[in-house]
């Protein structure tokens, strides 16, 4: 089922499969996480930060970052941090529990094509991952392929993060790893070549190349990119499109650089494979690029699940221009007021690898801030070729620009374009649009099939580890000086000048110890850490907010309440009486269940504000020992109950009732004595 599938899943399966999946587990992919208290604690994903701040409760089903507040449960952790759709997410969390997401609108026949196609992606990237492991195993072997990434400054912590292999020369060498090699998946998957004509003769696609593991957003792999070591023809090869890969929505590097790109704020498209690697080595880890093909609107979509900022750099020749322009076109769709899309032109003689090495990290980080908006390359893009003195040249510039300025969404950013357009064009910028309007009405007229009417016409619409993937005793420096601490690299166990980049700021974990003293949270060099954000300051929350926020957290402590806890908290004005009300219900109706459930259950109910504010911010953290957190909700009931007596206390002396008033009074006594029980004598 494909993220865009016009399926609505009921909110009664999305309420099951948050009850049955594992919030540690699904996070614990991503992040490592380490026992602290109730809790699971670990370096927050979303935002840089030397000491963990990012909890994981069990209890709730619930992640929170005390550092940059982002929180959530297992669907919304895989939409934000590993980029997926919600569809995406859902099946996916579906696929490792045993649930079938509901489909009633698909034929059974659909539905049994669906599942055979899920089954054969699963199946295509295990037979990729095991042909990974071979590559990487042949590279430590390989002094020839160690030296040609050592001669690019490429270390062994950038090649083991990256999962560098190679592909030893030979027509059959992964008939060592696939004793069937005649196995149709070996085709089916890219890895192995069937030549027709000679009888069906196979033999591997990837021969003596240095290769770059293409994965998903998921970190599976799912094809290969192949560099010659010489001069051979083609330079690079990619695996062709396969069930599971397809060139037009994957970007090479964006598994390992999604947490890079948020802590940069933007992402930095490139267009090879070793721009990308190299990058990583100098500083830059935000880098991904097109996997041989000019970039698509879905390239784009990809990644501004992760950032909101991209930064097209390409080579600054020709062919860098033209994938630039190709570029824009991908853009556009995707240019709201809200984002950034910029353009970086190098000098003609420069990829972004080569002008790092020669300028310098800083003056790189320079030219992406001067970096090319998007509103002017399209103007340049509209008026290349176009004298702009002339009418003709002004009519020209024009008719480019329609197209492009068509396909930006409506906003501010789109109606200024018209403006400066307008002004180019020496025309009133009403006029400019009517005749836009016009051509794009008599375009539309003429798409449309015979016949139809305007309704029918078409509308073009793992952590890494520091051990080198080649082993210890590969010596020799790269050809430049890193910037950071000199001494011994153990990914070629030699000393020279360390190129560890410094953009993880999210520390490495060390050791097996505890929080205190032993495998503290380190960060890899000395560079200075970013200012953490804050959160907004949170306003005192109220008695029947805290037992609010207990109840929802720990719904089993309703089985203890007395009935006159029940009363009072039911009688509590709106919003919260019926939100006890509505809470007390779920439990008769559904027994204990989780926060992450109970949020969903509450969608577009009249209860969802209140019970979403008192569960949000740093404050609504209720985990600790379960005794302790019972005993504290028995004492704000209490006290919640002693508020109530006092307005009926004073209502029964007005009105001369002193039976009421004893009887009141009798209560407020006893519960005055479970909030503060007489010191022992």
């Not at 997410?89 to 609108?105: C, E, F, H, I, T």
């Not at 192995?192 to 240095?210: A, H, L, P, Q, T």
């Not at 930064?311 to 556009?332: E, H, I, M, P, T």
């Amino acid at each position: 089922m494909g993220e865009n599938t016009p399926v609505s899943i009921p909110q009664s399966f999305i309420q099951e499969l948050l009850s049955r999946v594992d919030v540690v587990d699904i996070v614990g992919r991503y992040v490592q996480l380490k026992k602290g208290g109730a809790n699971f604690m670990g370096l927050c994903p979303f935002h840089g930060e030397k000491s963990p701040s990012f909890s994981v409760s069990p209890s709730k089903q619930f992640y929170h970052c005390f550092g940059c507040g982002k929180n959530g449960n297992a669907i919304s952790f895989l939409m934000d941090h590993a980029g997926m759709g919600f569809i995406e997410a859902v099946n996916d969390l579906a696929q490792s529990v045993g649930l079938q997401v509901p489909d009633d609108d698909i034929s059974p026949q659909e539905r049994e094509r669906a599942a055979a196609a899920r089954q054969k992606q699963a199946t295509l990237t295990d037979v990729l991952e095991k042909a990974a492991d071979a590559y990487r195993r042949h590279l430590r072997e390989s002094q020839r392929a160690i030296g040609y990434f050592k001669g690019r400054g490429v270390s062994g912590h950038v090649a083991k993060q990256y999962g560098l292999g190679y592909a030893p020369e030979g027509w059959r060498s992964l008939a060592s790893v696939f004793p069937a090699y005649d196995d149709p998946l070996l085709e089916e998957s890219g890895l192995v070549i069937v030549n027709d004509e000679d009888g069906g003769k196979r033999y591997d696609r990837f021969r003596d190349r240095v290769m770059f593991p293409i994965r998903n957003v998921k970190g599976e792999c799912i094809g290969f990119g192949g560099r010659v070591l010489g001069d051979d023809k083609p330079k690079y090869l990619n695996s062709p499109e396969t069930p599971v890969f397809h060139k037009g929505r994957e970007l090479y590097g964006l598994f390992e650089a999604r947490t890079p790109i948020r802590e940069a704020g933007y992402a930095l498209v490139t267009e090879g494979y070793m721009d990308v690697v190299a990058l990583a080595q100098l500083g830059f880890p935000n880098a991904v690029a097109t996997l041989g093909t000019a970039c698509t609107p879905e390239h784009v979509q990809k990644l501004l699940r992760f950032t909101d900022a991209v930064v097209f750099s390409f080579d600054g020749d020709a062919a860098g221009r033209r994938a630039a322009r190709k570029a824009l076109d991908g853009a556009l769709p995707h240019a709201t007021d809200t984002r950034s899309i910029k353009f970086l032109f190098l000098p003609a003689e420069h990829d972004p690898d080569s002008y790092v090495r020669e300028h310098g990290a800083d003056a790189f980080s320079r030219c992406i801030a001067e970096a090319m908006p998007l509103s002017r390359f399209l103007i340049e893009a509209a008026s290349d070729g176009c004298d702009l003195a002339t009418a003709e040249g002004r009519a020209h510039m024009a008719s480019n620009a329609r197209p492009l300025w068509s396909a930006l969404p409506d906003g501010v950013l789109r109606r200024q374009l018209l403006g400066e357009l307008a002004q180019l064009t020496q025309l009133p910028a009403n006029d400019l649009a009517a005749l836009w309007s016009q051509a794009s009405a008599h375009d539309t007229h003429r798409r449309a099939p015979a016949g139809a009417g305007a309704g029918h016409a078409a509308h073009a619409q793992p952590h890494p580890t520091d051990d080198s993937p080649w082993g210890a005793g590969a010596d020799g420096a790269p050809p430049w000086q890193g910037s950071h601490d000199a001494g011994y690299d153990a990914n070629y166990g030699s000393a020279y000048p360390s190129t560890s980049a410094p953009y993880r700021k999210s520390g490495d974990w060390k050791g097996k110890g505890d929080w205190k003293g032993k495998g503290p949270w380190k960060k890899r060099d000395d560079s200075p850490w970013p200012p953490q954000p804050r959160l907004p300051a949170t306003p005192m929350a109220s008695r029947v907010d805290h037992a609010a926020r207990l109840l929802l957290s720990h719904m089993g402590f309703l089985e203890h309440l007395a009935q006159e806890d029940h009363t009072a908290l039911c009688a509590q004005p709106a919003p919260h009486g019926p939100l006890f009300a509505w809470l007390e219900a779920q439990f008769h109706e559904h027994g204990p269940q989780p926060w992450a459930v109970l949020r969903e259950s509450l969608r577009g109910h009249e209860c969802e504000a209140v019970a979403v504010k008192v569960m949000t911010g740093a404050h609504a953290q209720t985990e600790g020992d379960e005794a302790e957190l019972r005993s504290e909700l028995t004492d704000l009931l209490a006290r919640i109950q002693i508020e109530q007596i006092k307005e009926q206390l004073q209502y029964a002396l007005a009105s001369g009732d002193l039976n009421r008033w004893r009887e009141l009074d009798a209560r407020s006594r006893a519960l005055k004595a479970v909030v503060a029980p007489p010191a022992p004598k």
